[in-house]
């Protein structure tokens, strides 16, 4: 191999001893904690101990330098092992190892980014990589340096679709700056893994999905240094590493064996580390020099982003909040060549093609892989170095949920703008009808959800969302809407808005995004009968502006009603339910869509599942006799 020059034998000797050193470690830690996965550690400390310690170039003092390589650790159960290489690097004392899984320690069972030396949070399984692909992709395409992205993956782990899903994508998008490294070794939790030690099948798939593919000997040091030079020199492509290994290894009478996944070795640890010592040559401080990053690159200020131009549109002008969304993406683009639009395929329905067709090289086309589609937004967003936008239909974003959750554990700054919301798409039918979105990103913690209900609101939802930490969802809607508000309108999360309003109105009427419309409908012609309800749009659903909610309900009568194009669980009405849950003398009636629905015009989807002006209406005179 052209410039490869095998290590010294001090320096493999070293490598092997920190291998047992870290296995030490993981035993010492999960003995302490009484739980854990040591050995699934041991399988890959060989892996580790040759990257952490001669291919890695990173800042040991600043974890998170932006210049520095990445790695992801996709098995998170393995966590000791990555906690006991930071501390073998230095970052922190050893003796914090013992710490473990303690209610006042941050080494938690799985890795979540309270340590500064982890970016994402891992451990629900076959998300790692996904990440590691928009980390990889903002270092070849937008940052432009050399720093490297390594994620370890477990062989059982990889029978997730979204493994498969992330393969494909940085495949496609020859990210030769990605080692994809698997760690097989054939034991899974509850059985061995299908494949079990079938390298030849796994060589095959990897090379099938265009990967520069190695096997070799996971335990051999020489072999995997080779390996991770070959994957540096190799370009045009992303490098798959196929570790064959052992779970356990050097363990006595436990390598190789089933059923020890996720159990401390218990009354045999003394002398498996008994064993582990007298295998290490030196037993002092090692002598390997990690190597720093050969470039630098600054912090980013990603703050106070601004459209370069204000919403333009004409009262009464009908524009569909989706449209409003790619206009609004395309001109926070504009401003600043961080932000970054992905999308699903979808991309002319949701309209970010408007960000394509001016700005290509902020545009990631995902194609139709909504799980990897998230891991990517998560990806690009570490470290602070974009701000991502990622869009499909929002009932595809249901197929996330489990990437979203995590997103939330991994403190990510993303935005989801889900379009086609409701029965109102009409025609398409219900698999394509989002019915159950606001329920999912309401459910996460500390998101925002947005709602807009027309294109005025909805560009101000997009630059504030921009500028919000935490997961941010954006539904928009498919059909065409008034605008209501004016375009120098302000906007605030948390803050509703009264679009109708009389001293003598007799309920509190609140709705969103289409039904909104329904509802301003609905007080005009009850207000040529003399009857009078208040309509509030509240802009963000999580927050709720609870104040503005109650304040108004009791100006009302204490009555409320709740009209959404959603399931009736965990949307608007049950939102608006918890806000006024310990008032005293007020009531709410909500209207959503009670079944499954069916194929119809908008109009006939909306008045069939009884959440138009007419079903308000009535909801009304019912109402007005409490």
Not at 305 to 333: C, D, F, H, W
Request: proline share 4%.
């Amino acid at each position: 191999m052209a410039d490869y020059h095998k290590p010294e034998a001090k320096t493999i000797t070293e490598l092997k001893d920190i291998a047992h050193k870290l296995r030490i470690h993981s035993v010492n830690a999960t003995e302490a904690s009484n739980s854990g996965h040591p050995t699934s550690c041991a399988s890959m400390a060989e892996l580790m101990s040759c990257l952490f310690f001669n291919e890695m170039r990173y800042k040991v003092s600043e974890p998170k330098d932006p210049a520095s390589d990445r790695f992801i650790l996709s098995k998170g159960h393995a966590a000791p092992i990555l906690y006991a290489a930071w501390a073998e690097a230095g970052l922190f004392p050893e003796s914090d190892l013992l710490n473990l899984r303690k209610i006042d320690s941050d080494l938690e069972g799985h890795p979540t980014p309270r340590l500064n030396f982890v970016d994402v949070a891992t451990g629900s399984l076959g998300q790692g990589l996904s990440v590691a692909a928009g980390m990889a992709y903002v270092g070849k395409n937008i940052d432009k340096t050399n720093y490297r992205v390594y994620c370890l993956i477990g062989d059982g782990e990889s029978a997730e679709g979204s493994v498969w899903e992330a393969l494909h994508f940085a495949s496609h998008y020859h990210l030769d700056n990605l080692v994809v490294i698997f760690d097989i070794n054939r034991l899974g939790q509850s059985e061995p893994t299908s494949l079990q030690h079938d390298m030849e099948v796994y060589r095959k798939r990897l090379e099938g999905f265009g990967y520069n593919t190695l096997v070799i000997d996971g335990h051999d040091c020489e072999e995997i240094c080779k390996a991770y030079h070959c994957a540096r020199e190799t370009k045009g492509r992303p490098t798959a590493i196929l570790a064959r290994t052992f779970k356990g290894k050097f363990f006595p009478n436990i390598e190789d064996v089933e059923n020890w996944h996720g159990k401390p070795i218990g009354k045999d640890s003394t002398k498996v580390i008994d064993h582990l010592q007298s295998l290490i040559k030196n037993q002092g401080k090692h002598n390997l020099c990690i190597q720093k990053p050969s470039t630098q690159l600054s912090p980013l200020d990603l703050t106070n982003l601004r459209m370069i131009e204000r919403p333009n549109y004409k009262l009464g002008e009908l524009v569909a909040t989706r449209l409003a969304y790619g206009n609004s993406i395309q001109k926070l683009a504009q401003s600043n060549s961080r932000v970054i639009a992905l999308d699903g395929d979808t991309k002319n329905s949701t309209f970010s093609d408007k960000v394509l067709k001016v700005l290509p090289d902020q545009y990631i086309e995902c194609y139709i892989a909504e799980q990897n589609l998230v891991g990517v937004a998560i990806g690009i967003t570490c470290r602070d170095r974009t701000v991502a936008f990622a869009s499909t239909f929002a009932a595809f974003f249901t197929r996330a949920f489990d990437q979203l959750r995590m997103g939330a554990i991994s403190q990510t700054n993303i935005n989801c703008v889900g379009s086609h919301a409701g029965v109102s798409i009409g025609e398409d039918g219900p698999s394509q009808m989002a019915l159950e979105d606001l329920a999912l990103f309401r459910s996460i913690p500390g998101s925002t959800v947005f709602y807009p209900s027309d294109a005025v609101s909805c560009e101000n939802a997009v630059e504030i969302a921009a500028n919000t930490k935490g997961i941010c969802f954006i539904r928009t809607s498919r059909p065409n809407t008034a605008v209501i508000f004016e375009n120098d309108h302000t906007f605030h999360i948390g803050k509703a808005n009264v679009l109708r309003k009389s001293d003598k109105d007799v309920a509190l009427v609140i709705g969103a995004g289409i039904t909104l419309h329904e509802a301003i409908k609905a007080a005009d012609l009850l207000a040529v009968q003399g009857v009078h309800i208040r309509v509030l749009d509240p802009f963000t659903i999580k927050p709720l502006d609870a104040t503005a909610v109650i304040s108004n309900a009791k100006a009302c009568g204490g009555r409320i009603i709740t009209v959404e194009d959603h399931y009736p669980e965990g949307g608007l009405g049950e939102a608006v339910q918890s806000a006024v849950a310990l008032e005293r003398n007020i009531v709410v009636k909500k209207l959503a869509v009670n079944s499954i629905p069916r194929s119809g015009p908008s109009d006939i989807l909306l008045q069939m599942f009884g959440i138009d002006s007419s079903a308000i209406i009535k909801a009304v005179e019912t109402m007005n006799r409490i």
